[in-house]
T-cell receptor, first 115, second 119 residues
Framework: ETGVTQSPTHLIKTRGQQVTLRCSSQ?????VSWYQQALGQGPQFIFQ???????GRGNFPPRFSGLQFPNYSSELNVNALELDDSALYLC??????????????FGPGTRLLVL | AQKVTQAQTEISVVEKEDVTLDCVYE???????LFWYKQPPSGELVFLIRRNSFDEQNEISGRYSWNFQKSTSSFNFTITASQVVDSAVYFCALSEATLTSGGYQKVTFGIGTKLQVIP
């Protein structure tokens, strides 16, 4: 196990609702990245948080937002849910934001279904 | 732009057979990093290996081995004497070494290869 935990494990929402997903990073890690993995696809980078600030973002609209807390845990918030937001959301933590020095370690994910 | 292609979407082998998972990548950078991850049905991505572009030495770890060939932009993964527990989706991923202005590195994943090992 990586020590990265995510909650909840599963979630069902309806279109237009808002959702918050949570991630606790591995002890000693200050960087959290979020990924969306649609069924049958590879993970797609959403954004990264380093020491409580967003320092990188993929091709996702502003209704995807996040937070990182002083203990380096993180939240992913999605507003105005759409059917296409149904996916596995993965959180990854690392000791630095620089993968030249450290690998990301992933949590078990949250499976979100939007009806 | 960086791209990772895993042409084999699904592979089935009988237990104890050897199997090779292919990965071809595209990048304009001369320095980059390649990864393999395993994703069992539980969903968690399990890190297997990281290789930087300057290290073309092949690596073996137990039944796993990796063949990195810069000339063909490939980073293939072989499982020897496959076991049922190897059944999973395997992802190849690429990260360029250059940090963006924001200081992060985007990791690009392939679509994954689903491996089924039949007893």
């Amino acid at each position: 196990e990586t020590g990265v935990t995510q909650s909840p494990t599963h979630l069902i929402k309806t279109r237009g609702q808002q959702v918050t997903l949570r991630c606790s990073s591995q002890s000693g890690h200050n960087t959290v990245s979020w990924y969306q993995q649609a069924l049958g696809q590879g993970p797609q980078f959403i954004f990264q948080y380093y020491r409580e600030e967003e320092n990188g973002r993929g091709n996702f609209p502003p209704r995807f937002s996040g937070l990182q807390f002083p203990n380096y845990s993180s939240e992913l918030n999605v507003n105005a849910l759409e059917l296409d937001d149904s996916a596995l959301y993965l959180c990854a933590s690392s000791g630095t934001r620089d993968s030249r020095r450290e690998t990301q370690y992933f949590g078990p994910g949250t499976r979100l279904l939007v009806l | 732009a960086q791209k990772v292609t895993q042409a084999q979407t699904e592979i089935s082998v009988v237990e104890k057979e050897d199997v090779t998972l292919d990965c071809v990548y595209e990048t304009r950078d001369t320095t980059y990093y390649l990864f393999w991850y395993k994703q069992p049905p539980s969903g968690e991505l399990v890190f297997l290996i990281r290789r930087n572009s300057f290290d073309e030495q092949n690596e073996i770890s137990g039944r796993y081995s990796w063949n990195f060939q810069k000339s063909t932009s490939s980073f293939n993964f072989t499982i020897t004497a496959s076991q049922v527990v190897d059944s999973a989706v395997y992802f190849c991923a690429l990260s360029e070494a250059t940090l963006t202005s924001g200081g992060y590195q985007k990791v690009t994943f392939g679509i994954g290869t689903k491996l089924q090992v039949i007893p």
